[in-house]
């Protein structure tokens, strides 16, 4: 998935916010399953985090077009370890990029009722089309 950084995104001097790269990783997440078609938006099941490990690199800056990729890490039967980097690939004068500033490793689990429940059929194949 592909943003640009907006005023909104960012601190007095520019810079993104660090908890904005969370943000843009959950939506990056939401975004691919979305476009798989995938179920995930059940009213009795839902996804949740249960770890996250953040590495900040660099900075992003106003104006600046980011790309946030996600990988599959390991999968279990009703959890998920994500990796997600978010790369620089253009800065607001249109100049390309191709520079790492930011990665996780997230581990989502599906849940009902507070309980972790096995990833349906569909879900499991999402996730391993990530590899």
Known sequence: MKIRIYYEDTDAQ????HANYIKFC???RSE?????????ARADAHFVVS?????????????????IRTSLAA???ASALLRQEIYKIKDIKNVDFS??????????AF?????????????LEFFKSLR
């Open 14 to 17: 520019g810079i993104v916010y």
């Open 26 to 28: 959950e939506r990056a």
């Open 32 to 40: 691919a399953l979305m476009q798989a078609g995938v179920d995930f």
């Open 51 to 67: 770890e996250l490990c953040a590495k900040f690199l660099r900075p992003a800056r106003l104006g600046d077009t980011l790309e």
């Open 75 to 77: 999968l279990k039967n």
């Open 99 to 108: 520079e790492l500033l930011y990665a996780q490793d997230v581990k989502i």
């Open 111 to 123: 849940v009902k009722d507070g309980r972790p429940i096995k990833f349906s059929a569909e879900i």
